[in-house]
């Protein structure tokens, strides 16, 4: 049972360009989460998706950022014109229906230059 | 306001000493679960153990234990016999059952374990 993927591991994008981070939960999993961790910090909460639906995106920047997650293929965080303070690592989780757990993915780390 | 605090940011052991790592918590929920993860220099998160607001009994794991008090809103891990491969930070975290699910981390500590 293959776990949370994430790609790609290691994103590099040069200010003003766009930046799309995928997202591919554990088999039988409805729902998925995106963190942000910058450096020397913890994770903070960005949205949370079920399938074609947007259940709580409080923690997501106003502007340029988006996220969806389609009835079929993976989650994707968008992030338009990236600026430096962009630079991060970005965790998805995924949980089944109903359960109180989140299986997190290896991260993508993004470096904006 | 700070859901999950981790008030050590860094802390240094000699290899096979004991260290404890705090984690204070707040939540207005009676049933909600606290999580503690390893983030090795790799990066990736690795799941270490889960709690529910209703199971208070400590849980001891090989080398690991946790010692979870509502009383006092503490979930403290304390790693025995430290060794260096347990040099990492690591992060506890808060989820409440009604409120989307999302987890609440804290700051991290991060454990160096000196050979």
């Known amino acids: 049972n293959a776990g949370v993927m994430q790609n790609p591991r290691h994103l590099v994008r040069r200010r003003g360009q766009e930046a799309r981070l995928r997202c591919s939960p554990m088999?039988?999993?409805?729902?998925v989460y995106w963190y942000r961790q910058l450096p020397e910090e913890g994770l903070k909460f960005m949205v949370y998706?079920?399938?074609?639906?947007?259940?709580?995106e409080s923690g997501m920047p106003k502007e340029r950022f988006s996220a969806e997650f389609p009835k079929e293929g993976p989650s994707i965080l968008r992030i338009q014109q990236v600026v430096r303070g962009d630079s991060a690592a970005y965790f998805c989780a995924s949980s089944p229906a109903g359960k109180y757990e989140q299986y997190f993915g290896p991260g993508t780390r993004l470096t904006v230059t | 306001a700070q859901k999950v605090t981790q008030a050590q940011t860094e802390i240094s052991v000699v290899e096979k000493e004991d260290v404890t790592l705090d984690c204070v918590y707040e939540?207005?929920?009676?049933?909600?679960?606290l999580f503690w993860y390893k983030q090795p220099p790799s990066g990736e998160l690795v799941f270490l153990i889960r709690r529910n607001s209703f199971d208070e009994q400590n849980e001891i794991s090989g080398r690991y234990s946790w010692n979870f008090q509502k009383s006092t809103s503490s979930f403290n891990f304390t790693i025995t016999a430290s060794q260096v491969v347990d040099s990492a930070v690591y992060f506890c975290a808060l989820s409440e059952a009604y409120t989307g699910n999302q987890f609440y981390f804290g700051t991290g500590t991060s454990l160096t374990v000196i050979p």
């Open positions: 088999k039988g999993h409805s729902h």
């Open positions: 998706l079920q399938k074609e639906n947007i259940i709580d």
């Open positions: 939540t207005r929920d009676t049933t909600y679960y």
